[in-house]
């Protein structure tokens, strides 16, 4: 049940560093963190393992391999801390309109998926979550999913009503796309999470985002 747990752990941290309200992470906890409550959770952190890690500059692919060691979760905090820096009036002051919450899909079965965008002006994200990850993560050996497993619950190939058109990428996997509708399924490929930022159509041409116009609907 590790991926599952992982995909979990996951979950949990870019939710609470997207939603509204300020993150607080833990020191030590930027890896994986096996402590129950006080007083087991005060233990010495090794900050030069850590400091030593975010030199790197692996990719997720190779991150994902390597999923034990805990990096993967620290390099995600890295990127949305980046991205909180850039976006900052956005996660200050933008609006949080929920798109998926979990109830019933149009097809009656509940969504696999938690999805959420928060705005302001022109400054877009549409955050994706899988949840309930036991059944498509059992004995798996990395916390990646088959998109067609989301297909099967229910709601991961449904376009998301309400979700704002236009070009993305993804702040974690690196995805790009002009996309007409967001399909969870076709941007949960590479991780159980997504955070899709707006890219203007300027910077969108630039970074070659037609090559990805199969991730079109």
């Known amino acids: 049940i590790a991926t599952a747990g992982v995909a979990n752990s996951l979950a949990q941290t870019v939710l609470k560093l997207t939603t509204p309200g300020v993150p607080d992470i833990y020191q030590g906890t930027e890896w994986w963190d096996f402590s129950l409550v006080d007083p087991d959770?005060?233990?010495p952190v090794d900050f030069v393992a850590r400091q030593q890690a975010m030199g790197g500059n692996a990719s997720i692919a190779e991150l994902l391999g390597h999923w034990r060691d805990g990096r993967l979760k620290q390099q995600i905090i890295r990127r949305l801390l980046d991205l909180r820096t850039r976006r900052a009036s956005l996660f200050a002051h933008g609006d949080y309109q929920p798109l998926l919450t979990g109830s019933a899909s149009h097809g009656g079965a509940p969504t696999p998926v938690l999805a959420f965008q928060r705005s302001a002006g022109s400054a877009r994200i549409i955050v994706l979550v899988l949840r309930h990850p036991g059944a498509a993560l059992l004995d798996a050996a990395e916390p990646r999913v088959n998109p067609q497993w989301l297909g099967r619950?229910?709601?991961?190939f449904d376009p998301i009503a309400?979700?704002?058109?236009?070009h993305y990428r993804d702040v974690l996997g690196g995805?790009?796309?002009r996309v007409d509708s967001i399909v969870p399924a076709q941007w949960l490929r590479e991780l159980p999470?997504?955070?899709l930022e707006s890219v203007d159509q300027g910077r969108a041409r630039t970074a070659g985002v037609a090559r990805n116009a199969g991730q079109s609907r």
């Open 175 to 177: 995805t790009q796309a």
């Open 193 to 195: 999470v997504a955070v």
């Open 153 to 156: 619950l229910g709601g991961g």
């Open 162 to 166: 309400g979700a704002t058109a236009g």
């Open 41 to 43: 959770n005060r233990r």
